[in-house]
């Protein structure tokens, strides 16, 4: 019996023959959801359209549009419709969209061509020509996956590109193209090789060297991004592109002040640009400017409709408080059946906020459970790595491993690493020592992360990964070396004074690493009550990261696995790393206080009591809170959620009482 994925093929070659009923046969066989699946609707568009069923063609495309409505080529197929029914306004804006989406579209740009010269547009019909005759000077493989590309089929794409390289030697083209791919896959450093190799074939083309400056962007080196970044604003000031880039790199970098000005100027130049009115804003906020950053937000939400992330900016601010019209537009915005997943997903974070702040504790934890169900839908997480990688480190890091090399690292005592788990109150520890005048407040760093990733290498298995394992393998010198760079790489972020800090809660996972080094650094854990600090993550939507908080038994497993980490590091290295549990600050400042200053070698200044008084930039989730004293009502907001938080209870187990070990 022929298989649904069968049938699909079946009609793809029939369409191909020209044999149009039985491809429309094939594709009615099919069983939902593949019937009703992106390739499925588009074949049998095709195929009523040429069948002269322009109708019902047209029907079958706005069920398409309605579940993907940024695939390209469904916008082609509903402009031939509309052509061949004479109606040559709406054809033209049909092809418009689609070359919008996806400038790899021959036969739409010749299609424009022609309806621009019956429609009298002489000038946009000669555009159109150029963008042909563009396309026409591209090998057609290349152009085939630049289309492939954009309506996001990456693997075909990737195929045909990888296969053209070997067969016809190297094209910028294609290099760039599979740059991006691996942009969109999240395999950084590929992408960044392969700009590199696109930029020694064409050293003055544009658009690869931005394409590497936002690749170097999302690896967080912003200072090589910058260097990209200058080269092109002086051969395009005004451009808009990369002044915004421009402005995330000084963002990344701290300098919010700088990446406002570059903001704003970016949107001078682009004010169409929705996602730049909310990067404004978390540049504002991060200065604690709120009024403008609400203001920026709303400017945002009002750009776009559904543009859940403007919201989710917005609840994000904490104090921020959504009227009644916000909540219903929200409510009708991310029940709108053409939605895109994205954005359903942060509108659910953000009405679970508003109706939090609400006491509608019920309908509140109704959008948290989706938001976080369709965040989790995009994540490839599994708790069994993070288990496997602990008994890993378990093994490896042994009290005989670091006695036998004692005495490596680079000897500074500059930096304080600041680890646990997100939402369990670093920020507010980091405020309170940045308030001192010896330290340095920077940002969640990226380095540690950066080296585990380089001693990994490139072909990383998750199921079976070389580090902490390729640790025994490093020669002492190698420690010395990667804590100098450490140190070199972080000078970035600050501004002269003695130490600073790495709030990066992740770093937990490398504490052996932090030891070999940075021997003389502090490792200060901070640790939250379990119920809080899970239920404070699961009502969290990260920017990226943290995949362990979308799910209730994921999130205690997680706990579990950082508690028994944590307490390895107490046995190998004792002394080593200082505790801070964040029920004792809430309740013992001054005690906790006297106890932070003297484990980092600080005497008391009374701006590290009046920490939320500290003006300077923090990027994290609880940016707002730190700008207001301590208070306690914190510490019990989990109870109102204790319905539905069973799964969480029975993950964590003995963790509920053993986290005061």
């Known amino acids: 019996m022929q298989s649904d994925e069968d049938s699909v093929k079946l009609a793809r070659a029939l369409t191909e023959r020209r044999r149009h009923d039985e491809a429309l046969a094939a594709l009615a066989a099919l069983e939902p959801p593949l019937s009703q ?47 061949a029914m004479n109606e040559v306004a709406r054809a033209i804006e049909s092809f418009e969209h689609g070359v919008d989406l996806n400038a790899a579209l021959p036969h739409s740009w010749s299609m424009l061509e022609r309806l621009y010269r019956v429609a009298g547009n002489a000038h946009k019909a000669e555009l159109a020509a150029e963008q042909i005759a563009m396309l026409r000077r591209l090998p057609p493989q290349i152009v085939e996956a630049g289309s492939l590309f954009c309506d996001e089929e990456m693997a075909p794409a990737e195929s045909i590109l990888r296969t053209y390289l070997r067969t016809s030697g ?42 590497h400056a936002r690749v170097l962007i999302d690896q967080q080196k912003y200072r090589l991004a910058q260097e990209e970044l200058a080269g092109l604003l002086r051969l395009e000031p005004e451009n808009g592109d990369y002044r915004a880039l421009e402005a995330t790199a000084w963002a990344g970098l701290g300098q919010h002040e700088r990446a406002i000005d570059a903001y704003r100027a970016a949107l001078t130049a682009a004010p169409g640009w929705s996602h730049l009115h909310v990067l404004l804003g978390h540049s504002l906020k991060a200065l604690g400017r709120q009024r403008e950053a609400i203001a920026s937000y709303r400017a945002a939400a009002a750009s776009r409709a559904g543009f859940g992330d403007a919201y989710w900016s917005l609840a994000n601010l904490k104090a921020y408080r959504f009227g009644d019209e916000e909540i219903e537009r929200m409510r009708t915005e991310e029940a709108a059946p053409n939605a895109q997943p994205v954005d359903r997903c942060h509108l659910c974070f953000s009405l679970g906020r508003a109706l939090e702040d609400r006491g509608e504790y019920t309908r509140s934890w109704h959008y948290y459970e989706r938001g976080n169900a369709l965040r989790r839908a995009r994540s490839v997480y599994r708790p069994e790595h993070a288990e496997s990688n602990t008994r890993v480190q378990i093994e490896v890091c042994t009290a005989a491993f670091f006695a036998a090399r004692a005495g490596v690292g680079a000897r500074d005592p500059a930096p304080i690493f600041i680890v646990g788990l997100p939402r369990s109150g670093s920020t507010l520890i980091e405020q309170i020592l940045a308030s001192h005048s010896q330290v340095e407040g920077t940002r969640e760093l990226p380095d540690v992360g950066r080296i585990v ?62 030891h070999l080094l940075l021997p003389d650094a502090k490792i200060i854990d901070v640790r939250r009550e379990p119920m809080g600090c899970c239920v404070s993550n699961l009502k ?113 187990g003995d963790a509920l009482v053993r986290y005061r070990e």
């Open 540 to 652: 969290q939507l990260f920017a990226s990261g943290q995949d362990f908080s979308y799910d209730l038994e994921s999130s205690g497993r997680y706990y579990r696995t950082y508690l028994e980490l944590m307490r390895h590091w107490d046995k190998v290295l004792p002394g080593r790393v200082l505790r801070v549990h964040y029920e004792d600050v809430v309740e013992d400042f001054m005690g906790s206080l006297q106890r932070l200053l003297r484990y980092c070698g600080l005497d008391f200044e009374p701006g590290c009591v009046a920490f939320h008084k500290t003006e300077r930039s923090v990027s994290t989730a609880s940016s707002e809170q730190v700008r207001q004293p301590i208070f306690h009502t914190g510490i019990s907001q989990w109870r109102h959620y204790e319905p539905w938080l069973g799964p969480l209870k029975d993950a964590l």
């Open 453 to 514: 990733r380089e001693l990994e290498g490139r072909e990383r298995n998750p199921d079976k990964p070389r580090y902490p394992a390729v640790l025994a393998r490093l020669h002492p010198g190698d420690f010395s070396r990667l804590g100098e760079r450490y140190l070199s790489d972080t000078r970035a972020y600050r501004k002269g004074k003695p130490l600073f800090i790495d709030k990066m809660p992740n770093n937990f996972q490398h504490v052996g690493l932090i």
């Open 170 to 211: 190297r094209h910028v083209e294609a290099l760039r193209l599979l740059g991006r791919i691996a942009h969109q896959r999240n395999m950084l450093d590929d992408a960044e090789d392969l700009f590199q190799e696109a930029l020694l074939v064409a050293p003055t083309y544009r658009a690869a060297r931005a394409d």
């Open 37 to 83: 699946g992106r390739e499925a609707l588009y074949l049998a568009a095709v195929n009523q359209r040429c069948l002269k069923q322009d109708a019902k063609a047209l029907d079958t495309l706005e069920i398409l549009r309605q579940r993907d409505p940024r695939f390209s080529r469904l916008y082609e197929e509903r402009g031939l419709c509309l052509a």
